[in-house]
């Protein structure tokens, strides 16, 4: 790890869920946990591949075997303001008590949000951060209890205090954030990550290295999420490997479960930085998963983010901690050999640029001028537009 162990820290604050319940077979203690804050529960799940597997009847049967009345609601995608005003609503009617939501990290957005809306004024756009011409309203109530039970092993949204949005009428993502928005309970399972198509799987696990990465060189680092993103990089990149390779076992998806559950807790509480800084208003203008936008923009960002701190300051402290990674992953220091083979583990694991997700050479000074703010604001160094620029153009298409 970089060097600094043994100086004095800065205060910090750490956040996360209420309680973490990780392993195999821990899905099956949502009802437990749920009935603790109510008896009337909104299930909140994805619209398709939970019903496909059988897992939605299993979670259904076990929340109204545990004594609890169920009403069910799908999201379809990564939701956007109105479906949270539209789960809000059918969350009132319904009079729920508590929330339990599996599915992705677009499932537990959405829940996150939704349990903040039930309880407060106004519509969702009300309440999101960064918005042109609005927004920002602080929640006055505490939400809905909710139960977070993840089903794929990247966005770490179960134990993170904020719910990405689109505002499709501002092609925009905006986040909602509020510290009792973070999870009563996150029940973190690996074998419902295991049940992840491949294309999803992949996606989701490249965007929880991002995480790791992006929070272990942020501004806003500190020691315990240092010791979570150092460890969680090395857990994940082994488990992409092995991925890749085609010769995945229940170790591996351990590992990524773990890695996208620490990355969640780093993000929470570190920051992020360019990578996601440009994902949101990518994926606002263009409709890119989020997953696949961090996959192809995180190799262009470290040699950006690298050449930029060579170039403004040898001495910088995340040339560091980029080699201390570099060292960890690849066993040499140099971090742009790590942005190098990352690129190239994201090509043999399939993740395509952004290019085939159909965005252009058009859309990149938009895109550039949308991400000023939120998490760019902990980048480790502060980029040009030119500089932003290049890495869209990077990710762009294959070289």
């Known amino acids: 790890m970089a060097k600094g162990a043994d100086t004095q820290p800065a205060p910090f604050a750490f956040r996360t869920a209420g309680t973490v319940v990780f392993g195999r077979g821990t899905r099956h203690r949502a009802a437990d946990a749920a009935a603790g804050f109510g008896r009337r529960v909104l299930l909140i799940t994805g619209a398709r591949s939970l019903a496909e ?48 939501a599996i599915g992705g990290g677009s499932v537990l ?68 954030r509020d510290d009792r928005m973070l999870p009563r309970v996150a029940i973190v399972d690996p074998d419902l990550a295991a049940t992840a198509p491949p294309h ?15 929070a272990y060189v942020s501004l806003g680092a500190q020691p315990t999420t240092d ?14 490997r092995t991925l890749a390779e085609h010769r995945s076992g229940a170790g591996t998806w351990d590992n990524l479960a773990l890695a996208s559950l620490w990355g969640g807790m780093a993000l929470a509480n570190a920051g992020l930085g360019a990578v996601h800084g440009l994902a949101a208003p990518l994926g606002g203008r263009c409709s890119i998963p989020h997953g696949a936008a961090c996959a192809a923009l995180l190799s262009p960002t470290i ?17 560091a901690r980029y080699g201390a990674l570099a060292e960890a992953l690849t066993g040499s220091s ?19 640029p952004l290019g085939a997700y159909g965005a252009r050479g ?38």
Not at 200 to 214: N, P
Not at 303 to 319: E, I, K, M, Q
Not at 334 to 352: Q, V
């Open 109 to 176: 957005d959405a829940a996150k949000a939704i349990a903040a809306v039930t309880t407060n004024e106004g519509a969702a756009i009300d309440y999101l951060e960064d918005l042109p011409g609005g927004g920002g309203r602080p929640l006055r109530k505490q939400p809905l209890a909710l139960v977070a039970v993840p089903t794929t092993a990247g966005t770490g949204s179960e134990v993170t205090r904020n719910a990405v949005l689109r505002v499709p009428q501002a092609g925009l993502k905006r986040s909602m």
């Open 334 to 352: 140099d971090p742009i050999l790590l942005a190098e083979e990352l690129d190239a583990l994201r090509r043999r694991l399939g993740a395509k």
């Open 362 to 399: 058009s859309d990149v000074s938009i895109i550039v001028a949308g991400a000023r703010g939120g998490s760019m604001k902990n980048n480790p160094v502060v980029l040009t537009d030119a500089e932003l620029e290049g890495i869209l153009g990077g990710a762009m298409t294959e070289t």
């Open 227 to 240: 010791l979570l993103a150092f460890e969680g990089a090395r857990r994940a990149t082994s488990a992409l």
């Open 303 to 319: 040699r950006a983010n690298v050449d930029a701190l060579r170039a403004r300051g040898r001495d910088a402290p995340a040339l």
């Open 53 to 100: 597997s059988g897992e939605l009847d299993r979670a259904r049967e076990g929340l109204l075997s545990g004594g609890l009345a169920v009403e069910a609601w799908s999201v379809s995608g990564e939701p956007d303001v109105d479906a949270v005003d539209r789960g809000a609503a059918i969350a009132r009617e319904w009079g729920a008590q508590a929330i339990v």
């Open 200 to 214: 999803v799987a992949v996606a989701a696990a490249l965007d929880a290295l991002t995480h790791l990465i992006e």
